[in-house]
């Protein structure tokens, strides 16, 4: 009998859903409340923890905090990048903010893969960990 490879990931939609809304709300206080863009390292983190907590003893909270990061970034850039370009570099003219805020998205984007989806699968790890050491109420 022959065996099949089936390439996906395994996440469950509860905890991307919790793990974006995290970030969405700490990447928008950040910025806009506090003035502190990087905040948003820290929001990934705390996606992890709660994907982490929304998961089930089974599932792949691991995976579930890095889709939710990466949708919750996805949200989010649009608006960073059309004020930073607009408020931030003064840019006006309609052409130049396009070119310029598909420039920084792109960029953007890649930064989040190589940097805020490490972050939140070792958040996912600490709140693994943090559950399976308390018990009670954030047990399992």
């Known amino acids: 009998?022959?065996?099949?490879?089936?390439?996906?990931?395994e996440v469950d939609l509860g905890p991307v859903l919790w793990a974006a809304g995290v970030?969405?709300?700490?990447g928008?206080?950040?910025?806009?409340?506090?003035?502190?863009?990087?905040?948003?390292?820290?929001?990934?983190?705390?996606?992890?923890?709660?994907?982490?907590f929304r998961s089930?003893?089974?599932?792949?909270?691991?995976?579930?905090?890095?889709?939710?990061?990466?949708?919750?970034?996805?949200?989010?850039?649009?608006v960073l990048v059309y004020l930073r370009v607009v408020f931030v570099?003064?840019?006006?003219?309609?052409?130049?903010?396009?070119?310029?805020?598909v420039a920084i998205a792109l960029v953007w984007l890649i930064l989040t893969v190589v940097i805020l989806l490490p972050v939140a699968y070792i958040?996912?790890?600490v709140g693994d960990v943090t559950r399976k050491k308390l018990g009670g109420p954030l047990g399992y």
């Open 89 to 101: 570099f003064g840019i006006r003219g309609t052409g130049d903010i396009l070119f310029t805020s």
């Open 56 to 78: 089930d003893y089974y599932q792949n909270s691991g995976n579930s905090a890095a889709i939710g990061t990466l949708f919750g970034t996805l949200l989010i850039t649009p």
């Open 123 to 125: 958040g996912s790890l």
């Open 28 to 52: 928008l206080v950040g910025n806009f409340v506090l003035g502190q863009p990087q905040l948003l390292a820290h929001g990934a983190f705390l996606a992890g923890v709660v994907s982490s």
């Open 1 to 9: 009998m022959r065996d099949t490879v089936d390439p996906a990931i």
């Open 23 to 26: 970030v969405i709300i700490c």
